[in-house]
């Protein structure tokens, strides 16, 4: 095996030379650490168990490696494909498809100027859930706005609530969450840490992750949004974090100026934008401390359109937050900031308002009157 290596060996008692990599019949296999020596590397190989996103970073989001199979029974040529494929990237939320018989897969040699083909090549379609992945969310969206000064926070107990452990520092125990993330220590190989409970800052919602999309000014030609991610997780910072917003105004040509951003193609009901860090400035969002949480922000400027704008029915905040491919609890619709002429229960009719006005002018006239 080169690329990538399984976790045991098994037992090899009955080879005494030429002992392979592995005599399990189901191996669990890993994936190598870029410093890994060039002798087990294999092409395309070695992310050290992380993918970047195909719109961030393409040349790597994806990697691969080399094994050679023997003693498949039914002789050299029987083909037989793979069985219980199962993908943990880490820990559980990933189903995978069965593998299904595809064109034998064609690679180069001599420079690219021979085609070599393996003799069968199959695929399976792995697909995510985070509901598979944890019991609860790991992150939530609030919303604010300048036409209202309430803010709209998380819903309460978003993502679990748990018991105070360290009332000096308000930290709450809440278990793993599934998507990898670097240590304060600095280890960078994105284990992850399942069944552990991870203190984080206590806080009504009780998630690691808070995002919050604030609509800040509205021009005659363009509205403008604050973002901000808040990490508040006191033991681990996320390397390589992204975001993902489904929001209609996306649509028209948005400028953001402290993150990387880029469109995804068409095929969603509403626009969708991927936003991630920018390197050397804000692509790690660090842990919380005594001091206060870890959080990165940025601007985004949004044209208007005169056919489809508006500010009423919650149209300003976005449907769907995801955070490193996790959704993010949003709040209920008829929680978000209303505008200055909407009802609530805390405040009375417009109508209502005017009229007093009139009642108080006609008691103030009669009383000079008299």
């Known amino acids: 095996m080169n690329g990538a290596f399984a976790t045991e060996q098994g037992n090899c008692s009955n080879y005494k030379t030429d002992i392979p990599h592995s005599c399990k019949k189901d191996p669990e296999i890993l994936d190598l650490m870029p410093d890994a020596s060039s002798d087990n590397k294999s092409e395309d190989c070695c992310r050290s168990g992380v993918l ?23 002789g050299p040529f029987s083909g037989l494909p793979p069985l219980n494929l199962t993908l943990n990237a880490p820990g559980p939320g990933y189903t995978c498809g069965p593998l299904k018989s595809v064109d034998p897969t064609v690679s180069l040699d001599f420079g690219g100027r021979r085609h070599r083909q393996v003799f069968r090549t199959w695929k399976a379609i792995c697909a995510y859930s985070s509901f598979l992945a944890s019991g609860t ?22 993502c679990g609530c748990r018991e105070v452990t360290d009332k000096n520092f308000g930290t709450c125990l809440r278990p793993a969450y599934p998507f990898p993330a670097m240590s304060l220590t600095g280890d960078n190989s994105g284990a992850n840490f399942m069944g552990a409970l991870d203190p984080v800052k206590c806080t009504d919602h009780m998630c690691p992750i808070r995002v919050h999309w604030h609509v800040k000014t509205s021009y005659v030609d363009h509205w403008r949004i604050k973002l901000t991610i808040t990490n508040y997780n006191y033991q681990r910072n996320f390397s390589n974090w992204n975001v993902l917003v489904q929001h209609p105004g996306l649509s028209m040509n948005p400028i953001t100026y402290s993150f990387n951003s880029t ?20 692509e790690e969002l660090i842990a919380t401390d005594e001091d206060g949480v870890g959080s990165v922000s940025t601007e985004i400027l949004l044209e208007k359109d005169s056919e489809s704008f508006t500010f009423k029915n919650g149209w300003a905040f976005p449907r769907r937050v995801y955070f490193n491919g996790e959704n993010c609890e949003m709040p209920l619709p008829d929680t978000f900031p209303m505008l200055p002429n909407g009802t609530s229960k805390t405040q009375p009719p417009t109508h209502w308002l005017f009229l007093l006005l009139i009642f108080f002018i006609s008691q103030t006239l009669l009383l000079h009157a008299l």
């Open 137 to 158: 969310p790991v992150c939530c969206v609030s919303l604010s706005s300048f036409y209202n000064p309430e803010i709209t926070s998380c819903p309460k107990c978003s």
């Open 263 to 282: 469109l995804l193609q068409p095929g969603f009901r509403d626009a969708v934008a991927l936003f991630w860090g920018i390197a050397f400035v804000n």
């Open 52 to 74: 970047d996103a195909l719109a961030i970073n393409p040349s790597k989001s994806f990697s691969s490696f080399g094994i050679k199979v023997g003693n498949l029974g039914g």
